[in-house]
Nanobody, 115 residues
């Protein structure tokens, strides 16, 4: 049983950067896919970025070129580097780890992009 805890959210100005971290209480080595999702007020939760155990990545079109997902299996941590932030990026960001047999979600961390 793995718990995921996000950190690094906060208030940032448009054009700024944040790095989110997702720390797992156990090993993520065997979890096929780690991902970041976000949910803005009044909207559905959406995939932001995902990375597989083999290193393949996938990004929402809206964040391509601005966000980078990475995973450090040795540290049991997943990161989301967010650059050139826009007000539209404002949301609660959730970490997720899933494969055929498990599905873990973190509690979320608030990211607010505003001047």
């Amino acid at each position: 049983q793995v718990q995921l805890v996000e950190s690094g959210g906060g208030l940032v100005q448009p054009g700024g950067s944040l790095r989110l971290s997702c720390a797992a209480s156990g090993s993520i080595f065997s979890i096929h896919t780690m991902g970041w999702y976000r949910q803005a007020p009044g909207k559905q939760r959406e995939l932001v970025a995902a990375i597989t155990r083999g290193g393949s990545t996938n990004y929402a079109d809206s964040v391509k070129g601005r966000f980078t997902i990475s995973r450090d299996n040795a540290k049991n941590t997943v990161y989301l580097q967010m650059n050139s932030l826009k007000p539209e990026d404002t949301a609660v960001y959730y970490c997720r780890g899933f494969d055929r047999v498990v599905d873990y979600w973190g509690q979320g961390t608030q990211v607010t992009v505003s001047s």
